[in-house]
Every structure is written in C-alpha cells, then in structure tokens.
C-alpha cells in the first residue's frame, strides 16, 4: 500500500509539472524571444522536478522542454530557427537531424545534471537548499553551454549566415549570450530551486531517493 501511495504521489507530481511546462510554452512566460535569441524559463521546471524525483524524472520533462523548442522553431519559426527544427527552411537554410539533437539532448541532460547534482550536493553538503541552489546553477550554466556549443559545432557556418556576421566572430556572439542571457536564466533558476525544491523534496524524499 505504501508503494502504491508513492507510486499516485509520485504521478501526481509528475503530472503537476508537466502541465507546467506546456502552460509555459503557451504563454510569453516560457521563451522571452530576444532578435535571434530567446531567454528561456522553460528549464526552471525541470530542474525542481528533478531535484524532487531525481534524474529519470528529470530527463522526462527536460525532453518535453525539448519538444517545445522543436514544435516553437517548426511554427513560428525566427531566422535561426533551423538548428531546433528539421522541418523548416529559413533563408534558404534547413535543418536536419542535427537540429533535433540540439533540440533534445541538452534538455534531457539538463534534468540529469541537476537530478545528480543535487543528490551529490545534498549528500555532502547536508543541505537542502545549498544543494537545490549548487544543483540548479550547475544545469543551467551546464545546459547553456551545450545548446551553444552544438550550434557552433554543427551549425557554425549556417548560423553566421543567417545572423550576417562572419563565422570567425561567432564565438565572441555566442560568449556575449553566455554573459547576458545565462545570467539571468542561472538566478531565478537557483532562488526557484532553492525555494520550491526544499518545500518539495521534504514531501518527496522517499520518492526523490527511489527515482
């Protein structure tokens, strides 16, 4: 019976969270598009959800963010839309299966990171808080950096084209979205974390520890 009792709270949440993350998408809230570039809040869930139920769940709603960048970049697609979408041509530029991997693997791996970190963090620092903050920073400087640096592995050349700058100065535009949009994206990612996950995990932590 106690399983079973896990098992309905552990969806529950699960399903919480999951509702979250779509409401997100469908509002203004879950991607702040900026020219060519987007501030995003969509990984704030996937963060709590995994410091909360661990990296399986974490990995499940991090492709459900992914999943959002693709069907965004497929529907209303920007100039750049292409290295989250195979299913579009912008300005002559497609993309392709590549696009899908920038789209998902990062955000699958955004919710391991900050599942495994914060157990780490938590297991050594005695701290719920201090580990849901050092989890939440570390997926998201994490996450940034795999979305941008698969974009300038795979689609470099593509990605100066489409924003008229030569591919040698697309590392200084890539390091300047890291030192602004970061930012921002890290610190309500780690005062969410701090906040919600702590409420949360001391519900949850039979099922944060089983996951």
Known sequence: MNK?????RQ????????????????TPIGYLRINALSVT????PVIILASTMGPTAGAFLGFIFG??????????????????SPFITVGGISGNFFS???ALVPRILLGVIAGYVFKFAKKYAKNTPVAAGIAAAVATV??????LGLIVILFGPQYSQALGISQAALNGVMAGVIGTNMIPEVIVAVVSNMALATALSSRYVGIAQQA
């Open 11 to 26: 969806m529950c949440l699960l399903a919480l969270f999951l509702a979250i993350e779509i409401i997100m998408y469908l």
């Open 67 to 84: 999943c959002t960048s693709v069907i965004g970049a497929t529907m209303t697609p920007g100039i750049t839309s292409f290295v989250f």
């Open 100 to 102: 899908l991997v920038i």
């Open 41 to 44: 809040l969509m990984h704030v």
């Open 142 to 147: 994490s996450h940034t950096i795999m979305v």
């Open 4 to 8: 079973s009792k896990l098992s309905v």
